[in-house]
């Protein structure tokens, strides 16, 4: 018979309130620090494509089921495009689903242990990691959850309502995630295991096969669990048609592992995410290993849990442990034996079962909480028997909250544990630094760039963007060409490698480029490189500040660019001012100079430029002296009639007093240090060297 409780309502009860709270807090708690992954930002690019785009994408490309997508293209126009607009639609489901396990607990267990329950549900790692993520997971687990609770539901109570509703949130489970059909799975399997149980037991006088299946077709529990199957069945068929086809070409991207490998994986992925090294996960999961033994082997001493039948049952069904377990293990060895033969096992996806491991862990605290408590032993008061499982219970709650905590402080804050390289910050660097007429390369296809660069609140790019090599299958001399073509036609060429991926797995575009053209800087945000290249065979197009100054016989300096690389800048009449910051203590500023070969240049001469006093007064207070284009494209392979642009970084030194700079340019031999001379149009000395711009550095 089904156990009769409490019917206090939700409102009341302040330790589930509390834990929601808990869980929302810790769900919101820095949300968008983190810049979006790959899979985060293709869902918003997929999703923002509107009705027609979006039907076009799943039916030919992404094999994953559309719900949530489907939500997504409704969520984005009333909540943005931000990090956080993105991710707070997977924190909703993820509280909802502290409410599920805790109501999962009260109808397998007891009003104890659906309260830790849900406290374990609310502090888990690993719904926290993926309520953070703008992805389908939190919402995979909470409708399995839910129709497992559903489905509890219908077969003990019966009810239309109660069947149409477990039959909707279920058909909703699988149009998010395949590995829905897990639960489906083991509800069909403890339905016709209880079936048969029952039907065996009437028969026990006369048993036989075909009268154990007509005994099974005539109990009034058979058709309206049939119906309902069939109801989900005829739901999800047109996304299963889809779905074939979309599987016969897609191959899948999870790794090969043994079988008690991803038995282990699947320990730590429950219990702790993936914000730890190895080595502390395998020790902090020995204790969560054990409490899931205690939890479904040790016998303790509790009240009755509600039956899935209404007649007498076998324990893997009358007993909210034995349930669990199935729930827990089937999905999990089946998968792990199923990805022997084809790689197929990731923790997220059986995100759905989880609630039974977190309810079977607090099975187990309980347990270890009453064990060697001996109600008849007249050495224990029933105070101290209270204490002493009050004391055991804390102790294991703190080991819980304590592992919980360091994985959730390296997820939060520790750079190694990031799920996405800085691609937020990557982008920012060169939205502020890409010029007109700037070229982005990447080497390998990349949504989570598209969205900081395109999509996002800050974004709007205004740079052509290009991929190459075209494809994963395109012949290196196709994109050796193409860059060919790219490098006289940009000066300035962007490039995000990404070695190792499918597209260019040789490293071929930056090969080319380190040969073919000038690296002139380059970086790595947190996992993700930059690098700007300089093409000394693309036109240049004309400088700001136009010259005619001649260095020897065969250079001409036609003209300069003068602007603010860093810190903070304001105009002040013609003049760049440059205003040091406390986030900038050494203001830089970038200088482009635009040559014309005249003659053939006999030697390899290195540019200098020496920010000085503008009143003569001695001292260089920032220089760069480099050969042409980073020493790339010595002088003496210039040709006469070529333009070239020249770009140099120049950091003010520290200590430099406030007052007006200005920029000493000229060549010199770097064999001898002789300097080329320098004139004016009319042939009129300019010493060895010449001053451009005026640029006034002011106090703090």
């Given at each position: 018979?089904?156990?009769?409780?409490s019917?206090?309502?939700?409102?009341?009860?302040?330790?589930l309130?509390?834990?929601?709270?808990?869980?929302?807090?810790?769900?919101?708690?820095?949300?968008?620090?983190?810049?979006?992954?790959?899979?985060?930002?293709?869902?918003?690019l997929?999703?923002?494509?509107?009705?027609a785009?979006?039907?076009?994408?799943?039916?030919?490309?992404?094999?994953?089921?559309p719900l949530?997508?489907?939500?997504?293209?409704?969520?984005?126009?009333?909540?943005?495009?931000?990090?956080?607009?993105?991710?707070f639609?997977?924190?909703?489901?993820?509280?909802?689903?502290?409410?599920v396990?805790?109501?999962?607990?009260?109808?397998?267990?007891?009003?104890?242990?659906?309260?830790?329950?849900?406290?374990?549900?609310?502090?888990?790692?690993?719904?926290?990691?993926?309520?953070?993520?703008?992805?389908?997971?939190?919402?995979?687990?909470t409708?399995?959850a839910?129709?497992?609770?559903?489905?509890?539901?219908?077969?003990q109570?019966?009810?239309?309502?109660?069947?149409?509703a477990?039959?909707v949130?279920?058909?909703?489970a699988?149009y998010?995630?395949?590995?829905a059909?897990?639960?489906?799975?083991v509800?069909?399997l403890?339905?016709?295991?209880?079936?048969?149980?029952?039907?065996?037991?009437?028969?026990?006088?006369?048993?036989?096969?075909?009268?154990l299946?007509?005994?099974?077709?005539?109990?009034?529990?058979?058709?309206?669990w049939?119906?309902?199957?069939?109801?989900?069945?005829?739901?999800?068929l047109p996304?299963?048609?889809?779905?074939?086809?979309?599987?016969?070409?897609?191959?899948?991207?999870?790794?090969?592992a043994?079988?008690?490998?991803?038995?282990?994986q699947?320990?730590?992925?429950?219990?702790?995410?993936?914000?730890?090294?190895?080595?502390?996960?395998?020790i902090l999961?020995v204790?969560y290993?054990?409490?899931?033994g205690?939890?479904?082997?040790?016998?303790?001493?509790?009240?009755?849990?509600?039956?899935?039948?209404?007649?007498?049952?076998?324990?893997?069904l009358?007993?909210?442990?034995?349930?669990?377990a199935t729930?827990?293990?089937v999905?999990?060895?089946l998968?792990?034996?199923?990805?022997?033969?084809?790689?197929?096992?990731?923790?997220?996806y059986?995100?759905?079962?989880?609630?039974?491991?977190?309810?079977?862990?607090?099975q187990?605290?309980?347990?270890?909480?009453?064990?060697?408590?001996?109600?008849?032993?007249?050495?224990?008061?029933?105070?101290?028997?209270?204490?002493?499982?009050?004391?055991?219970?804390?102790?294991?709650?703190?080991?819980?909250?304590?592992a919980?905590?360091?994985?959730l402080?390296n997820?939060?804050?520790?750079?190694?544990?990031?799920?996405?390289?800085?691609?937020?910050g990557?982008?920012?660097?060169?939205?502020?630094?890409?010029?007109?007429?700037?070229?982005i390369?990447?080497?390998?296809?990349?949504?989570?760039?598209?969205?900081?660069?395109?999509?996002?609140?800050?974004?709007?790019?205004?740079?052509e963007r290009?991929?190459?090599?075209?494809?994963s299958l395109a012949?290196?001399?196709?994109?050796?060409?193409?860059?060919?073509?790219?490098?006289?036609?940009?000066?300035?060429?962007?490039?995000?490698?990404?070695?190792?991926?499918?597209?260019?797995?040789?490293?071929?575009?930056?090969?080319?480029?380190?040969?073919?053209?000038?690296?002139?800087?380059?970086?790595?945000?947190?996992?993700?490189?930059?690098?700007?290249?300089?093409s000394?065979?693309?036109?240049?197009?004309?400088?700001?500040?136009?010259?005619?100054?001649?260095f020897g016989?065969?250079?001409?300096?036609?003209?300069?660019?003068l602007e603010?690389r860093?810190?903070?800048?304001e105009?002040?009449?013609?003049?760049?001012?440059?205003?040091?910051?406390?986030?900038?203590?050494?203001?830089?500023?970038?200088?482009?100079?635009?040559?014309?070969?005249?003659?053939?240049?006999?030697?390899?001469?290195?540019?200098?430029?020496?920010?000085?006093r503008a009143?003569?007064?001695?001292?260089?207070?920032?220089?760069?002296?480099?050969?042409?284009?980073?020493?790339?494209?010595?002088?003496?392979?210039?040709?006469?009639?070529?333009?070239l642009?020249?770009?140099?970084?120049?950091?003010?030194?520290?200590?430099?007093?406030?007052g007006?700079y200005?920029?000493?340019?000229?060549?010199?031999?770097?064999?001898?240090?002789?300097?080329?001379?320098?004139?004016?149009?009319?042939?009129?000395?300019?010493g060895?060297?010449?001053?451009?711009?005026?640029?006034?550095?002011?106090?703090?």
């Open positions: 018979m089904i156990k009769s409780q019917t206090n309502p939700p409102f009341t009860n302040l330790p309130i509390a834990a929601l709270l808990l869980a929302f807090a810790l769900r919101l708690f820095l949300l968008p620090s983190q810049s979006l992954r790959g899979d985060e930002a293709y869902g918003v997929a999703a923002g494509q509107g009705w785009g979006l039907a076009h994408v799943l039916a030919t490309s992404d094999p994953h089921p949530y997508y489907a939500l997504l293209s409704l969520w984005l126009p009333l909540a943005g495009y931000s990090e956080f607009a993105l991710r639609f997977s924190v909703l489901p993820s509280v909802l689903l502290v409410a396990v805790y109501a999962l607990g009260r109808q397998l267990f007891d009003q104890r242990i659906a309260l830790l329950g849900a406290l374990l549900a609310a502090i888990n790692p690993f719904y926290v990691w993926h309520a953070q993520d703008a992805r389908m997971y939190s919402l995979l687990g409708l399995a839910l129709s497992a609770l559903l489905m509890l539901a219908a077969w109570k019966g009810g239309w309502l109660r069947w149409t477990y039959i949130v279920t058909a909703l699988l998010t995630h395949y590995f059909a897990l639960t489906l799975l509800q069909n403890l339905v016709i295991g209880s079936l048969v149980w029952a039907a065996h037991r009437a028969i026990a006088h006369r048993p036989s096969i075909g009268r299946i007509r005994t099974v077709a005539r109990d009034p529990q058979t058709r309206p049939i119906a309902a199957q069939l109801a989900i069945l005829l739901l999800y996304w299963l048609v889809v779905a074939a086809q979309l599987f016969s070409t897609f191959g899948g991207y999870v790794p090969p043994g079988f008690l490998t991803l038995l282990l699947a320990l730590i992925g429950f219990s702790l995410g993936p914000a730890l090294d190895l080595y502390s996960a395998l999961a204790g290993g054990l409490l899931l205690l939890g479904l082997f040790q016998h303790r001493q509790s009240p009755p849990a509600p039956s899935l039948l209404r007649s007498p049952a076998p324990p893997l009358a007993d909210g442990r034995w349930l669990s729930y827990l293990v999905p999990v060895v998968v792990a034996l199923l990805s022997q033969w084809r790689p197929m096992f990731h923790e997220r059986l995100i759905g079962i989880t609630p039974f491991y977190l309810l079977l862990l607090a187990g605290l309980v347990t270890a909480s009453e064990a060697f408590v001996r109600p008849r032993d007249p050495a224990q008061t029933p105070t101290t028997r209270a204490v002493v499982r009050r004391a055991r219970l804390g102790l294991g709650l703190l080991y819980i909250v304590a919980s905590a360091f994985a402080s997820h939060y804050f520790n750079p190694v544990y990031a799920k996405s390289p800085d691609w937020r990557m982008t920012a660097y060169l939205r502020a630094h890409e010029r007109p007429g700037d070229l390369i990447e080497n390998t296809p990349e949504t989570a760039f598209t969205y900081y660069y395109a999509l996002a609140p800050a974004g709007g790019g205004r740079s290009i991929l190459l090599p075209e494809h012949a290196g001399s196709a994109t050796a060409a193409r860059l060919d073509t790219l490098s006289q036609k940009h000066r300035r060429l962007w490039l995000i490698p990404q070695a190792g991926g499918p597209w260019d797995p040789d490293g071929l575009v930056q090969s080319w480029l380190d040969t073919h053209t000038g690296k002139a800087w380059a970086c790595e945000f947190d996992g993700v490189e930059l690098a700007l290249y300089l000394p065979r693309a036109d240049p197009g004309a400088p700001s500040h136009p010259l005619d100054v001649r016989d065969a250079i001409a300096l036609t003209g300069y660019d603010q860093s810190g903070e800048a105009e002040q009449g013609s003049r760049e001012v440059y205003q040091p910051s406390n986030q900038h203590p050494a203001t830089s500023v970038q200088l482009t100079l635009y040559w014309r070969c005249l003659a053939p240049v006999q030697g390899d001469y290195t540019i200098f430029v020496h920010l000085v009143d003569g007064s001695p001292g260089i207070f920032g220089q760069e002296d480099s050969p042409p284009l980073r020493g790339t494209y010595p002088t003496s392979r210039w040709q006469p009639g070529q333009a642009a020249d770009d140099f970084e120049i950091t003010v030194r520290a200590d430099a007093p406030a007006a200005t920029l000493a340019v000229g060549f010199y031999d770097p064999a001898t240090g002789n300097r080329l001379p320098a004139a004016d149009t009319a042939g009129q000395s300019l060895d060297h010449m001053h451009l711009g005026i640029i006034e550095v002011q106090p703090q």
